[in-house]
């Protein structure tokens, strides 16, 4: 077979047509890749242009750029499989999720039934099941893998009705993130006629449990710049035909509020604040803008909308509705964030009531139950969580039987019965029951203690400050193996991420931890434009900060080297995502520093993202060429941008999913095209492509095969002896 591929492969080769750049001669490289056309495109914002020459592979509908995308696949693959020790990473992968116990997906209860995913050992996806209360009899709803013949399908979400009788169940296909919604008759097990497509998910029930509200998507074409443009959140009700479905909530039906084109409308009912309805508008902008409205409008037709917050009002990460309470978390004064509340009836976030003062750990995030509101703080590495009284307005810690990254979840906020969540980086996660009333910890009725051989829990984790490079220290967690020797010769893969706020809060990962138990040096750098250290940490990697989010990243891999754990001809670096800013230009601004870099599903090419058709709701975070300051930020960011021709580059994988619609393969797929184009190293690049993928999947089949195939070409171009090319 694999001579077969071989053959194919170089029959692609031969009848590719297109010019070849200069620079990527087979004298310079002992890799032969496709032919990549260069073309005389560029684009003028404010005075400069900026020349991108592999601007056709952004046509999807042309041939040529499939054909394209289908060869690098091709000699990908062809590659991959050579490689000596994947297929064992993806063995052992396969083997402890054998052994674990099944995986409950934050189950949620209405009117007495329980509702959850379960995925059990070795299964791919998840499937969907019920309780009548929490240590009742498991039934199963709905088998993902058993639904439509020959298709592989994962269920991206569940929504009981408030009296429990009708689930919706949406699913996609091949990691898609764009849904089919389908209601069930829980008691007969059955579906009703309601099927909607395509849609990006459920906002609520009504109360009287014949009705629903979702969001409309105008195509399911992930490369279509309009697809995502001026949404509805929509009204369908049970029986009905989806061309009947209201426009509940859009800039179509409320012109006077002048919703950005690229923003996702959404409105949604909540059973603990019953008088009223709220909408609003979310983009990756951090801060919350919401409106309200009296319940009794709901069906009047027309609502008059009031604004509860605007982004001014800096709320963020949480907000809760309690009966006539708000209580949201705030950055207004407080860095690190505090906890503040106003009334329903005459929000004023201004005077609003102070529920919980900043302290020298961030507050991450609330929930609440029928009798506390929760609080979770994180000092970057360990999170403690308080209660609040609802009654009696005192506050208190919660006694943790472990610690660790800590996370609450409450099955139903009609009662106090809560699932707490603890993590770290060499300890596998352990999930307890937790009656807030009593404040008692018990056995868990869903997530049993996973089980892992010795060397998985007996890895070393070391919390470190490395200095940036403007002085500003960087938090960097290091995990290995006892008896580690720092001579530099080791082996070591750096991750990075920094974006959107999101920090990379300890979680005990069994693919980067199998790597540790193989000798290699795993590294988190928590990097700025996380908020790892609170709201000034996320802004001082933003925009026009973002250059220090990459920088941060270059100072950590520096720190490894110079302390010994590894070397620049050792050490791999990976982005994800948003990730791939960080990673893209962490290697073109400094390619002498790592031996290898994973570009995964990467945002490589930053000025063209707001051109497809999930960027234009990411602006809020990276900025817009329209803008001239702007621009320059994003020139700055931009990965592909900033590739030279005849330069050393490091070994380079970038991965893309045909069916993403986050981050379109073309974004990766430019980059490597630069790459293979310009090094002049003799390092292999190589563009995977994952046509059964999305931006991820659940399907954990998929899942290992991608990331064997990842981890294996860094850990060969690093030099680990396990992983080299067969003969």
């Not at 919706?168 to 990691?175: D, H, K, V």
């Not at 002048?258 to 019953?274: E, G, T």
């Not at 390619?591 to 290898?596: I, Q, R, S, T, V």
Request: hydrophobic content about 35%; glycine content about 8%; overall charge neutral.
């Amino acid at each position: 077979m694999r001579n077969i591929i071989f053959i194919l492969f170089i029959y692609l080769l031969i009848g590719c047509n297109g010019q070849k750049n200069k620079s990527n001669s087979e004298s310079s490289s002992k890799w032969t890749y496709p032919l990549t056309r260069i073309v005389d495109s560029a684009n003028t914002y404010w005075g400069v242009t900026y020349k991108d020459p592999y601007r056709w592979l952004e046509n999807f509908k042309d041939s040529a750029v499939v054909k394209w995308f289908k060869k690098q696949a091709i000699l990908t693959d062809s590659v991959m499989n050579r490689i000596t020790g994947r297929d064992e990473l993806r063995a052992e992968w396969k083997k402890l999720d054998n052994l674990q116990p099944p995986v409950y997906y934050l189950p949620d209860r209405e009117n007495g039934r329980v509702f959850y995913q379960k995925r059990m050992p070795g299964e791919k996806v998840s499937k969907v099941y019920y309780r009548e209360g929490i240590n009742g009899a498991e039934k199963l709803l709905f088998d993902p893998l058993n639904y439509i013949k020959g298709k592989t399908l994962s269920v991206q979400q569940i929504l009981p009705s408030f009296d429990g009788k009708k689930l919706i169940i949406s699913y996609a296909e091949n990691g898609a993130e764009v849904s089919t919604l389908k209601v069930m008759n829980v008691d007969s097990g059955k579906f009703l006629s309601d099927s909607i497509y395509p849609m990006a998910g459920a906002t609520t029930w009504t109360f009287d449990n014949k009705s629903f509200l979702y969001i409309w998507l105008r195509t399911a074409d992930n490369v279509d710049p309009s697809s995502r443009l001026n949404l509805k959140c929509k009204l369908h009700f049970l029986g009905k035909s989806v061309k009947d479905d209201i426009d509940f909530f859009s800039n179509e039906s409320y012109p006077s509020l002048k919703i950005d084109p690229k923003v996702y409308p959404f409105a949604f009912l909540n059973r603990d604040s019953r008088d009223y309805v709220v909408s609003g508008e979310s983009t990756v902008q951090n801060e919350f803008k919401f409106y309200y409205a009296p319940i009794s409008q709901f069906s009047s037709g027309k609502i008059q909308w009031k604004v509860l917050c605007a982004p001014s009002d800096k709320l963020v990460k949480g907000i809760e509705f309690i009966g006539n309470k708000i209580f949201a978390i705030t950055y207004t004064g407080a860095k690190n964030y505090k906890l503040i509340c106003t009334d329903m009836n005459k929000p004023d976030w201004k005077h609003a009531t102070t529920i919980a003062e900043e302290k020298n750990t961030t507050l991450e995030s609330i929930t609440h139950s029928k009798d506390f509101l929760f609080l979770t703080y994180s000092d970057g590495i360990n999170r403690t969580l308080f209660k609040y009284g609802l009654k009696d307005g005192k506050t208190h810690e919660i006694k943790l039987p472990l610690t660790g990254n800590a996370s609450i979840s409450c099955i139903d906020p009609g009662t106090n019965d809560c699932l707490v969540n603890i993590a770290s980086w060499n300890k596998p996660p352990m999930e307890y029951f937790f009656d807030a009333g009593t404040g008692k910890f018990s056995q868990s009725p869903f997530n049993q203690p996973p089980v892992y051989p010795d060397e998985y829990k007996n890895l070393v984790v070391e919390e470190v400050s490395v200095k940036g490079h403007d002085g500003v220290m960087i938090p960097l967690t290091i995990i290995y193996k006892n008896g580690l020797k720092k001579d530099g010769a080791n082996v070591c893969l750096m991750k990075g991420y920094g974006e959107y706020g999101i920090s990379l809060t300890p979680n005990f990962s069994v693919m980067l931890n199998s790597l540790a138990v193989r000798g290699v040096v795993v590294a988190i750098a928590h990097v700025r434009g996380g908020s790892e250290k609170g709201e000034e940490w996320y802004k001082a990697g933003y925009k026009t900060t973002k250059p220090n989010t990459w920088k941060d990243f270059i100072s950590c891999a520096e720190y490894l080297v110079s302390n010994g754990y590894t070397s620049p001809d050792r050490l791999a670096g990976t982005g994800t995502s948003a990730g791939g800013i960080l990673i893209s230009r962490a290697i073109t601004e400094r390619p002498d520093l790592f031996a290898a870099a994973i570009c995964n599903v990467g945002d490589a090419n930053a000025m063209r993202a707001e051109f497809y058709s999930n960027g234009p709701v990411n602006i809020p975070e990276y900025g817009t060429v329209k803008d001239s300051i702007e621009c320059k930020a994003l020139y700055e960011m931009d990965g592909m941008m900033h590739v030279i021709n005849n330069t050393k580059y490091p070994a380079v994988i970038c991965v893309g999913g045909w069916n993403d619609p986050r981050v379109v393969a073309w974004e990766p797929g430019k980059f490597a095209a630069a790459l293979q184009n310009a090094s002049i190293s003799g390092k292999p690049v190589f563009m995977k492509v994952n046509y059964d993928n999305g931006h991820f999947t659940e399907d954990m089949d998929v899942t290992y095969a991608n990331f064997a195939d990842q981890y294996a070409f860094i850990l060969w171009q690093c030099g680990h002896p396990d992983f080299h090319l067969k003969n």
